[in-house]
């Protein structure tokens, strides 16, 4: 059943959709440096809970102002005085919204600039591509504040750069930018100019193909990681036989099979 998605009904997020079934999502809290506070972060579930089920066919997730997302609202978090509890169950809404992310089968294109940091690296790693542009700077200075990450940078984060590099970012606060941020995996491009017009154009090709393989590549993927070698085997055929027989790709594959279809070519 396909459900409606109102914008109007969203005030930390500002949901503008396109003809072609891209939908740009945009942090709008750039006072705050697009840091989350709880309401953000309810926003996040309600949006990405219905993603899959409205048509999106790819999502740009931008940023007002200057900065990505400066990742948790300390000054929410200090003057709400939250109990262990109360906390504990904050962090499992900040899993909810990224597990919707990472799982729901939308590709989500990350638009980065300025901060990405702490909470806001949490967010970014949910995304399947990240662009970053040359003002893009990534840390995790949990360590230095007090405070232990709380909305799967242990998961995520450790997955891109590896457990050493991840427990040096927090212990020492160490930021990572440029190129050498590429090649850690944390972003898989950087750009001259806008990263939300490379994310555009990187969303509009993903929109392209039919929305079962892009449901396989966006959440299969990141299931078969969390299973042993033999059940992601199983699990790989098992998703191969659905995609691979859909009836909406009997063209692909005739215009492939006529040689009508554009052929793979290197980078020019």
């Known amino acids: ?105 939308v590709p989500i294109i990350a638009a980065l600039k300025g901060a990405v940091v702490g909470g806001g690296l949490e967010l970014a790693s949910a995304a399947h591509i990240r662009v970053m542009d040359q003002t893009t700077y990534f840390a995790l200075p949990e360590g230095q504040r007090g405070l232990f990450t709380g909305g799967g940078a242990t998961i995520r984060v450790t997955a891109l750069v590896g457990q050493a590099r991840m427990v040096d970012m927090m212990l020492t606060g160490r930021v990572y930018q440029g190129q050498e941020a590429v090649d850690l995996g944390l972003a898989q491009y950087m750009t001259e100019g806008s990263s939300l017009e490379r994310a555009l154009e990187l969303a509009r090709k993903a929109a392209q193909n039919l929305p079962l393989s892009n449901f396989a590549i966006c959440s299969g993927i990141s299931h078969m990681q969390n299973m042993s070698a033999l059940d992601a085997a199983y699990a790989e055929a098992v998703l191969a036989g659905v995609v691979n027989t859909q009836p909406e790709a009997r063209a692909r594959l005739a215009a492939f099979a006529d040689k009508s279809a554009a052929r793979v070519r290197p980078n020019e």
């Open 1 to 105: 059943m396909t459900v409606q998605i109102d914008p109007a009904g969203y005030k930390t997020l500002e949901l503008k959709p396109h003809d072609d079934g891209v939908w740009v999502v945009t942090l709008n809290r750039p006072a705050k440096r697009n840091a989350l506070d709880s309401h953000a972060i309810e926003e996040l579930v309600a949006f990405f809970s219905a993603a899959p089920r409205a048509g999106i066919r790819a999502i740009v997730l931008a940023a007002a102002g200057d900065h990505f997302c400066a990742g948790l609202d300390l000054v929410e978090h200090h003057q709400a005085d939250r109990s262990p509890a109360a906390f504990m169950h904050l962090c499992l809404r900040w899993h909810e919204a990224f597990n919707k992310m990472e799982y729901g089968g």
